[in-house]
């Protein structure tokens, strides 16, 4: 349905009124407070404002503003991360992008990684040219989180420390085993680091190869004896691999860890 040329100043005034409430993300809530509407006058106004191009709609009762030098584009926002929250519900950053961010690495990664304790059923989401990588994320892992503003957004992020041994559980988050242990060696040289707080967060987490891995790697390659000692003390029965994804032939009897030739080659 299309307004008349008459109406259209009242119209962009309702829509601007809306987006100086809600920013980067507008919802049929959020229009339904700015506005003093009910939900179901507020889902039709967005609606309407979809039909003529004002907005964008990313994903159930979600929109994102069109600007209109980008009327044609695919990608709408600025900055994907204010999307999170609203996509995923309770979710937070991690993986390779929160390790980017705290600067653990130089290396960039397409994807953008979001645990969330919703039920995933498709692994990649793609909204507004991006694509984002899932990983179900129960609610009792929920923790090691920081908050940092994106814009008006407030967005969930793991902190360095948490940000690790997520990847060590699951280093194909983590760009691989082998990307992982460049940035645990990284984190090892910031002031931040803290060998207690790893061990903290891995029995937490509370899954026993996080143990064998950081184990390994901080003899193999941190040179830890403290942390490495404080894995080993944990160490649970039976094996795991340092990366499910490689072919792991030789088994690091002390760690109870299969790994690759080249890593039982480095921790000799």
Not at 43 to 65: F, M, T
Not at 74 to 99: H, I, K, N, S
Not at 103 to 108: A, F, R
Not at 215 to 220: I, T
């Amino acid at each position: 349905m299309n307004e008349s040329p008459a109406r259209l100043p009242a119209a962009r005034a309702r829509l601007s009124t809306v987006l100086r409430a809600a920013s980067e993300v507008v919802s049929i809530d959020s229009v339904a407070k700015s506005l003093e509407l009910d939900r179901n006058a507020a889902a039709k106004l967005l609606s309407r404002w979809r039909q003529q191009g004002w907005l964008r709609r990313i994903g159930p009762g979600i929109y994102v503003p069109v600007p209109l030098d980008l009327a044609d584009s695919e990608q709408v926002v600025e900055d994907p991360w204010v999307l999170v929250p609203r996509l995923f519900g309770r979710c937070y950053v991690g993986g390779w992008t929160a390790a980017h961010q705290w600067d653990l690495t130089e290396q960039l990664f397409n994807e953008t990684a979001v645990f969330t304790t919703r039920r995933v059923g498709e692994k990649r989401v793609s909204a507004q040219g991006v694509t984002f990588l899932l990983h179900a994320a129960a609610e009792k892992r929920q923790f090691g989180l920081k908050s940092i503003w994106r814009g008006t957004t407030r967005v969930a992020i793991s902190d360095p420390a948490r940000t690790l041994i997520d990847m060590i559980a699951v280093p194909k988050l983590g760009g691989g085993i082998d990307h992982v242990a460049d940035c645990l060696e990284t984190h090892a040289k910031m002031p931040a680091y803290d060998g207690a707080l790893l061990i903290r967060y891995a029995e937490q987490f509370g899954n026993g190869a996080v143990f064998k891995r950081l184990g390994f790697l901080a003899e193999a390659r941190l040179k830890d004896k403290n942390l490495a000692a404080a894995c080993h003390s944990r160490l649970t029965h039976g094996y795991a691999k340092l990366d499910p994804a490689f072919e792991s032939p030789q088994l690091a009897t002390d760690w109870r860890l299969w790994v690759p030739k080249r890593w039982k080659q480095r921790a000799a």
